[in-house]
């Protein structure tokens, strides 16, 4: 099933995305893979590859709200836009938020959607 919205609420370790219109929603949760690895800045590598694939999902989102802890956005953000620039058209709002429930989250992002006249079900810009 496609769904033009979705949101994501991610931290460093795992993400809950959730696409969705005015009456359906599907779930997904992500979670990165820690391996051990004895290169310098294995965390690092492991963090773009768990964030690579975060943008992974959200391919073919129409418009997506990022949701998460203030350094999580910051880090996703500066790693989408330097590794994955074609997505940064598709993410339109980047919001902190603590842990909600998948209910408060979509509650949440539809608002979010609502507020800016975008959940009519047609693309809005893109």
């Known amino acids: 099933m496609s769904f033009?919205?979705?949101v994501?609420?991610?931290d460093h370790h795992s993400a809950q995305?959730?696409?969705f219109d005015a009456e359906r929603m599907e779930s997904a949760q992500l979670a990165d893979h820690p391996h051990a690895t004895r290169q310098h800045h294995g965390e690092?590598?492991?963090e773009?590859?768990?964030f690579g694939s975060v943008c992974d999902a959200l391919d073919g989102i129409g418009e997506v709200l990022v949701t998460g802890g203030h350094t999580a956005l910051n880090?996703?953000?500066h790693y989408s836009a330097k590794h994955r620039p074609q997505l940064g058209p598709h993410l339109v709002g980047w919001e902190p938020v603590d842990h909600p429930?998948?209910?408060e989250l979509l509650a949440f992002a539809?608002?979010?959607f609502v507020r800016r006249g975008r959940l009519n079900g047609t693309p809005a810009g893109i």
Do not use: M
């Open 8 to 10: 994501v609420r991610l």
């Open 4 to 6: 033009f919205h979705g």
């Open 17 to 19: 995305l959730l696409r």
């Open 110 to 112: 539809r608002r979010f």
């Open 101 to 103: 429930t998948e209910g």
């Open 75 to 77: 880090d996703f953000r």
């Open 48 to 50: 773009h590859e768990f």
């Open 44 to 46: 690092v590598r492991s």
